[in-house]
């Protein structure tokens, strides 16, 4: 045993080291050297073997007291494990059960598969307009749901029988196995796998469900979907998706929804952005026009020399706020004026006589003569 390194060397820690500053001293070499983390090389599970040889004296308050008073020698003559040492009876789960995310192989996490599960939540997907986004709306939804069997009412068993306990685990759904590793024999506690975690054998299955105990079927529901909610935003339905384990109780319906595009409205966050065309005359003189609104029409007054492009904004005319419709944001109006693209004759001369009003005769034409005789020279 002379050649054996002291634990406490071995681990970096002094002799009067706590409980807590050994385990994490042991965590710190096993992340390091665990063989997984260093897969060939046979140095760093020499030394993971050694590390953890000296966690599972110096963990124990007995086996450290004997080593403490007799150094290596009480432990001489020790079979199997790592340097002589038995490494079976030790629990290494919640070590490297946080380290790495198997600490099932210990035994330690394990029971928590065999409890009640909640089952898997469905997911569906439902279109709206743009307006029944904005206010709410009641709709019916048909999916797939898979329904408690009639028959056996869940049970699996046929008619006029039930479940029996399974005899392999006695009814707790649990087995221990034993497998060797380098750490020597390790126990570990799996669901067992005649009766999958559930602790009964059905002997004769319902010839209604198959012994799944349940059917699959259309169901339809109606769906209150609230004002205010957006493209992409989901609703909950508690206890629609699939059945639970082991007693668990059902996952939920996840709906989707989805708002389609208004050809006049777009919505950012809970306000409402919109173009509104206003004649020349309008623009020049002001005066009322009509702004859509998801409410309806509503009476803007234009003021007097108002140019394209102006923005308004009209306060509490946006969507209603989802958590207290109530709430609303607001609307932004662009106000663009619109310049006809076709005119009458007698539309062209009084536009005409309005621009001479305004700024003059028109000069232009005359100028451009004389511009062009001085360019070219006159014609022959």
Do not use: W
Request: aromatic share 8%.
């Amino acid at each position: 045993m002379a050649d054996k390194r002291d634990y406490y060397e071995v681990l970096g820690v002094s002799k009067t080291a706590s409980a807590d500053e050994i385990k994490r001293a042991y965590r710190k070499l096993a992340k390091k050297y665990h063989p997984d983390a260093n897969p060939g090389d046979k140095e760093a599970e020499v030394k993971f073997k050694e590390a953890s040889e000296a966690y599972a004296i110096l963990s124990d308050d007995s086996k450290r007291a004997q080593y403490d008073q007799y150094g290596h020698a009480a432990f001489e003559g020790g079979q199997g494990g790592a340097g002589g040492f038995d490494f079976s009876s030790m629990d290494f789960g919640d070590i490297f059960g946080d380290l790495f995310g198997f600490g099932d192989i210990f035994g330690s996490r394990s029971s928590r598969r065999n409890g009640p599960m909640k089952g898997a939540n469905t997911k569906a997907q439902m279109r709206v307009s743009f307006k029944e986004a904005c206010f709410g709306v009641k709709k019916n939804l048909t999916f797939s749901y898979m329904d408690e069997c009639p028959t056996c009412h869940g049970t699996g068993a046929k008619e006029g029988t039930s479940p029996v306990t399974c005899t392999k685990c006695n009814g707790s759904g649990q087995v221990v196995m034993q497998q060797q590793s380098f750490f020597g024999i390790s126990r570990s506690v799996q669901a067992c796998p005649e009766c999958h975690g559930t602790g009964k054998i059905i002997k004769d299955k319902c010839t209604k469900c198959g012994g799944n105990g349940y059917n699959r079927i259309t169901k339809t529901i109606e769906v209150d979907i609230p004002a205010g909610i957006d493209d992409g935003q989901a609703i909950k339905m508690k206890g629609l998706g699939e059945p639970g384990a082991n007693g668990g109780p059902r996952g939920d319906l996840i709906i989707y929804i989805s708002v389609s595009r208004d050809d006049m409205f777009v919505r950012q966050d809970y306000d409402i952005f919109v173009d509104v065309k206003m004649s020349y005359a309008k623009a020049a003189l002001g005066g009322d026009i009509k702004v859509p609104t998801i409410d309806g029409d509503v009476l803007y007054t234009v003021k007097a020399g108002t140019a394209t492009n102006t923005k308004v904004r009209l306060r509490g005319k946006g969507v209603p706020n989802l958590r207290n419709k109530q709430v609303r944001g607001d609307q932004y109006v662009t106000l663009i004026v619109d310049v006809p693209k076709s005119l009458t004759q007698e539309q062209k001369e009084l536009l005409k006589k309005f621009d001479e009003s305004l700024n003059g005769p028109d000069d232009l034409q005359t100028e451009d003569k004389s511009i062009k005789k001085k360019m070219f020279g006159k014609k022959k």
